[in-house]
């Protein structure tokens, strides 16, 4: 299944900001978390679909999960 990330990618950006607070690399990351490099490098970079499952697994690391909620729209 894919997720479509939020155009300022919210997921993308805890990711990378939770992982350097831990002081890894996203290799580092890719390997603790079970995941592709790759993967990792989309997922921060704010490709616009990943597989939900992957990035629940990513999510994982801290304690979280991506889980339905009401959008939020940005003010115009």
């Not at 704010?46 to 499952?53: A, E, H, N, Q, W």
Request: glycine share 10%; net charge positive.
């Amino acid at each position: 299944m894919a997720f479509s990330l939020l155009m300022d990618n919210i997921i993308g950006n805890y990711i990378k900001t939770e992982r350097k607070k831990l002081g890894l690399t996203q290799e580092e990351f890719a390997i603790r978390s079970g995941l592709g490099l790759r993967f990792i490098r989309e997922l921060e970079q704010g490709k616009k679909t990943v597989r939900l499952d992957k990035v629940n697994q990513a999510l994982q690391m801290f304690g979280m999960e991506a889980v339905p909620g009401p959008i939020k729209h940005k003010e115009d």
